[in-house]
């Protein structure tokens, strides 16, 4: 059973009075009244802080037989409520305190008591109100918190599931929040919304309290570590005579060379599940086709070889010695689109990853590249055009092409699936998935590549001192700074997602 604190609201019952009198034989029963003072206290105590009109009714029998209002006055103290013409005996008087003045919105608190109406006396009583509260509500279940961050919390207060569970209004003063374990979560609250700092990784009780009425409810806050990096693949000149796929954190550490050789491993892509790395490569027999491996390097193998690509039954010169590149792997991790440059312009092509199922998505003699492939799968951005290009999305189910800027290349999907981050080689720009909603960043770059969270871009700048090297900037075009060596040349971002 919960402990419900009583507000204790004085009646006084001043002067009940002799009725007008009957006649015998059939004479009606006789009347007196009753003048009831309401005690309005200080928002402190008595009838919820946040009431401002009590209700009162008198019950003969349990049929109400006077109603009256008494809104809280400006100034607090006494409000008086003159009863006439109550039946002289036992009644009852029932009271409910209101949020709102006119008895308007959800009770708050309410109760009942006996009242006896007796000719030429005075009767004192109490009536004690009990809060209406049945249950405290924390919100949102099951939150999460990084260690040194906040999280908002917003409690409520609400009747019993049997009276509709409506919402009780509690002052905001009456709330009392507390963490039951401070080292793993603090709490800072204003009223019935609480910030939650994570101290350390573990979990907290998040306790809110309505301190009149004394019901709590509570919530378990996760504090989880600051998240973990997930590496950047990039491509940088090796000294050994061809560029080879580094991975590295964001913040510099952890640097790995991936692949080792003569060969021009390059523009590297990460499966969704950060496990595997597509990138393009001119190792011995090919010209220039797409490889897959592990993302430590195992496991290398080729996936693209020369194809039929115009489908005349040959596989002419000109596609013996295609060139492909820019590899994006479908979300589920079975498919990579890359461009195919060949006999006719470029087209973007599609592979199972273990090399099966070769597809040609664009016409021949349309240039397209830069294929990204959107995280639901269901569609393929890429670039058309030569030095003036515009970019292009295709609907994979209804093969569906659609311009979405009329300038611009290397589109990237963003994590959710919202915006392709694209450049026009002179400036990096965000758009709708749509078209709509362009949003220049201020920064020449090429090659975008978004952050796990969506919040970050790394991207590939031509510094006026040569060479390339790899930037950051924060999805708002905040925060421009540069992530490598400026001395060394290092090109094509590529950001594991996990
Ligand atoms: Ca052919």
Request: hydrophobic letters at 40%; proline letters at 7%.
């Amino acid at each position: 059973m919960r402990q419900l604190t009583r507000f204790v609201w004085l009646l006084l019952a001043v002067g009940a009075l002799p009725g007008c009198g009957g006649t015998r034989g059939t004479a009606p029963r006789p009347t007196g009244s009753a003048t009831l003072t309401i005690e309005w206290p200080q928002r402190s105590r008595l009838i919820p802080a946040a009431s401002n009109s009590v209700a009162v009714q008198v019950l003969d029998l349990g049929v109400p037989i006077v109603h009256q209002i008494a809104d809280r006055p400006a100034s607090g103290g006494f409000s008086t409520i003159t009863l006439a013409n109550l039946p002289v005996g036992d009644l009852e008087v029932a009271a409910d305190a209101f949020p709102l003045t006119g008895a308007q919105g959800t009770p708050q608190a309410t109760g009942r008591a006996p009242i006896r109406i007796e000719a030429g006396k005075t009767t004192d009583f109490a009536l004690t109100l009990a809060s209406t509260i049945a249950r405290v509500w924390v919100d949102p279940p099951g939150p999460t918190v990084v260690v040194g961050r906040t999280t908002l919390l917003n409690a409520r207060a609400t009747m019993a599931e049997g009276a509709g569970g409506a919402l009780v209004l509690v002052a905001p003063e009456k709330w009392a929040w507390r963490s039951a374990n401070p080292a793993v979560a603090t709490v800072n609250a204003t009223g019935s919304q609480a910030d939650v700092i994570g101290v350390t990784e573990g979990a907290a009780k998040i306790i809110a309290t309505d301190t009149e009425s004394g019901v709590s409810g509570w919530v378990e806050v996760t504090v989880t570590a600051t998240p973990t990096q997930t590496r950047i693949a990039f491509s940088r000149p090796n000294g050994a005579g061809g560029w080879s796929i580094f991975t590295r954190y964001p913040d510099g550490t952890g640097e790995t060379q991936v692949t080792t050789g003569a060969f021009m491993d390059v523009q590297p892509a990460w499966s969704a599940d950060a496990t595997r790395i597509a990138f393009s490569s001119n190792r011995p027999g090919t010209g220039s086709d797409i490889h897959v491996m592990n993302a430590d390097g195992t496991g290398l193998t080729r996936v693209t070889v020369p194809t039929d690509i115009d489908g005349d039954g040959a596989v002419a010169t000109g596609e013996q010695n295609w060139q492909t590149g820019r590899p994006s792997w479908s979300p589920d991790g079975t498919q990579i689109a890359f461009e195919v440059a060949c006999v006719a312009g470029a087209s973007i092509c599609t592979v199972n990853a273990d090399g099966t199922g070769f597809q040609r998505l664009t016409d021949l003699g349309t240039t397209c590249t830069s294929p990204s492939w959107s995280p639901d799968g269901a569609a393929i951005a890429y670039d058309v055009g030569t030095t003036a290009t515009s970019v292009w999305v295709k609907t994979l189910a209804t093969a569906t092409e659609t311009q979405v800027a009329l300038d611009g290349r290397h589109p990237m999907w963003s994590p959710d699936g919202r915006r392709l981050a694209c450049t026009t080689g002179a400036e990096l720009f965000l758009i709708n998935a749509d078209g709509t909603g362009r949003v220049g960043l201020g920064v020449d770059a090429g090659r975008p590549a978004w952050s796990p969270d969506g919040s970050r871009l790394a991207f590939r700048r031509f510094p006026p001192t040569g060479g390339s090297e790899l930037w950051f900037i924060n999805a708002d075009g905040t925060g421009a700074v540069r992530f490598t060596d400026p001395a060394v040349e290092e090109d094509f971002p590529a950001w594991a997602l996990r």
